[in-house]
């Protein structure tokens, strides 16, 4: 057996099963879409059940449809004849997933659902199956064949399945105008969370790690300050307490090479002033950006009145996994 031959054979047998499924969406995606939408615009919830290969793609869809904020559980289609019905109420929408559209266990849990004022929806292989036409609503996820070289291991058919759910999951996320903002809440403790929601002032190196002098101080002054913060540059003010510039180890070694007498210049002589600055309200990926763009080692962070309150040195964000 060639290998890598018959591996790409299973993918070209996926893809076209893909390929079928997203050409057979049509106005029952649209009106499973507003169901979905009035469901959750009600509070009401959204119920998943499957059984077998088709359950792992279902508990995947829910948590999918969770994670972007549509409130959906799974019920397992057998504990549920054993009490686990007491999550369904009136008004939920319950998604049920069989490829054959013939598994006793759903079949058997349709007339428990239907004495609750629920909708049912089936996604299935077979539109005319029993479970098709029991469920209000029918969602095509029929493939060619399976990739199994018997055409009997669920393949093809789940991964399509699982696009499916995919699909309504994302449509959906659109129709409710869910944002960026929304997402991150969702996922505080990830590097989506991070990305999205950790501000410059929760990473800089504030109080007495931010080192700041007048332009009046002189470079040996302005170096002790920067010792005593353990950093490599100092923002600068002038008398109002504002950021006219920064200096940097980096500029005191090019000023040495130059001027024997540079220890004893006022920092205003010898400063860079307009110093690239962030304010404390800004992401910390914006932060990170412009690092990798400006090609800078420290970065000055500034409030609403631009006086530093802080700094970033490039060494502090890689550690946080923003990216």
């Known amino acids: 057996m060639d290998v890598l031959k018959r591996a790409r054979q299973v993918f070209d047998i996926e893809i076209r099963g893909l ?9 029952r995606f649209c009106q499973a879409v507003e169901w979905v939408v009035e469901t959750l615009a009600r509070r009401n919830k959204l119920i998943v059940a499957g059984i077998g290969k088709s359950g792992h793609i279902g508990r995947k869809m829910a ?9 959906c559980v799974v019920l397992d289609s ?11 109420n009136d008004g939920d929408l319950v998604f049920l997933l069989s490829y054959s559209g013939e598994s ?3 079949l058997n849990l349709v007339p428990a659902l239907k004495r609750h004022a629920v909708r049912l929806v089936a996604i299935t292989g ?22 199994c070289p018997f055409n009997l291991a669920p393949t093809a058919s789940t991964t399509a399945m699982l696009a499916l759910g995919d699909a309504l999951a994302m449509t959906v996320l659109e129709a409710r105008g869910f944002r960026k903002e929304d997402f991150a809440r969702y996922h505080p403790s990830g590097a989506i969370g991070r990305a999205l929601l950790l501000k410059v002032r929760d990473v800089m ?17 302005a170096l002790l300050v920067m010792t005593r913060a353990r950093s490599g540059c100092v ?13 940097t180890d980096g500029d005191f070694r090019r000023h040495m090479a130059e001027d024997d007498h540079v220890l004893e210049r006022p920092l205003s002589k010898v400063m860079t002033r307009r110093p ?40 502090d964000l890689p550690r946080l996994k923003l990216m």
């Open 235 to 247: 923002s600068v003010v002038n008398a109002r307490g504002k950021l006219v510039g920064i200096f």
């Open 276 to 315: 690239v600055a962030i304010r404390e309200d800004a992401l910390a990926v914006e932060a990170l950006r412009v690092f990798n763009e400006r090609r800078i080692d420290d970065l000055i962070v500034v409030n609403a009145a631009r006086e530093p309150v802080g700094v970033l040195d490039s060494q």
């Open 104 to 106: 006793e266990e759903l």
């Open 19 to 27: 390929k079928a499924v997203r050409d057979q969406l049509d106005e």
């Open 63 to 71: 948590a999918t449809l969770t994670s972007t904020g549509s409130t």
């Open 126 to 147: 077979s539109a005319h199956s029993s479970l098709a036409k029991l469920c209000d609503l029918t969602l095509n996820a029929r493939v060619p064949r399976e990739a």
């Open 205 to 221: 190196r504030a109080g007495e790690r931010n080192p700041v002098a007048p332009q009046t101080l002189t470079v040996r002054e």
């Open 78 to 88: 057998v504990d549920a004849l054993h009490g686990d019905l007491g999550l369904v």
